[in-house]
């Protein structure tokens, strides 16, 4: 596991490009079989990807947990971003196919990824936090996520978001995720941007060219930085940083917050013409 360090804004203002990255980005998602997962000290959240190919892989506890088991005292978020799979939660097997989702409450011991063809892997992405409680594990596949529609053409940011793990859809301890489409000809996301005091949240962008990329914004609104990042990438987002970007193409990418609330409207938002 990975293990990632919180960083203050009036350090982060100094770092060079590869700092930034070093601190921030997380560039290996997807590997066949075998599970990559990126610890965050920025409210504890873990995020990772899984890839089964020729056989199924499993959702240990790394030691950096000291845990009997993975969700012993976290809960799971999970989308699919690939071709068709199961997830097997204590015997119980789940289909989940291209851009649906699961939660999986505390308490779970075995969490078993497999993709139905290893022709057209599924691509398991993976958000966890610490839980207080167990709530009961729910699929959510597209047409049950909470959607909502924004942006205008004029601004290229025309977008719809599924809220796929939120108080409108299910029950959580303190985990939120969900997934943002843009348009054909849209390149903008979350602009005017905000930043989260009381929560943080992780990026992973996905459904691009792989000649294109996405220019990622953080930083505080007076002092902006960027990252370019490449399709299946993602990128930690501490609560004081704004997150937006413009891509070079339109793409889709998951959001996964946790922290202080769970609302979805409280943010801090910036006002355009004062951003630096």
């Known amino acids: 596991m990975d293990v990632r360090y919180a960083s203050s804004p009036s350090d982060a203002r100094y770092y060079t490009t590869q700092k930034l990255r070093e601190e921030f980005l997380i560039e290996n998602l997807f590997e066949k079989d075998h599970l990559n997962l990126t610890y965050s000290h920025i409210d504890r959240i873990i995020a990772g990807g899984v890839m089964p190919c020729g056989k199924s892989v499993k959702l240990e506890a790394a030691d950096e947990l000291r845990a009997e088991y993975f969700l012993e005292r976290r809960e799971l978020g999970i989308i699919n971003i690939g071709g ?4 097997t939660l204590d ?3 789940y289909k989940v196919s291209n851009k649906c989702g699961l939660y999986v409450g ?7 990824f497999a993709s139905d ?12 936090a610490p839980a207080h409680t167990t709530y009961p594990t729910v699929f959510i596949d597209r047409d049950k996520a909470n959607k909502r529609s924004l942006g205008t053409q004029e601004a290229g940011n025309v977008r719809t978001i599924y809220q796929f793990i939120h108080p409108a859809v299910l029950q959580t301890c303190q985990l939120s995720m969900g997934m943002t489409a843009l348009e054909s000809g849209n390149m903008w996301n979350s602009m005017p941007c905000h930043t989260h005091e009381r929560r943080m949240e ?3 962008y996905f459904d691009l060219p792989d000649d294109a990329v996405v220019f990622h914004f953080m930083g505080q609104p007076t002092e902006t930085r960027h990252i370019v990042m490449k399709n299946e990438q993602a990128v930690i987002s501490p609560s004081w940083s704004i997150h937006t970007g413009v891509g070079t193409h339109n793409y889709t990418f998951i959001w996964g917050m946790v922290g202080e609330n769970q ?5 801090d938002n910036c006002v355009t013409t004062e951003l630096k």
């Not at 290893?118 to 992405?125: E, H, Q, V």
């Not at 609302?263 to 943010?267: L, R």
């Open 84 to 87: 068709s799979g199961t997830v």
């Open 202 to 204: 992780v990026y992973l």
């Open 91 to 93: 015997g119980t097997e």
């Open 117 to 128: 063809s290893p022709s057209d892997m599924a691509k398991f992405y993976l958000n966890s």
């Open 106 to 112: 505390r308490g779970t011991k075995e969490v078993v």
């Open 263 to 267: 609302d979805f409207d409280d943010m």
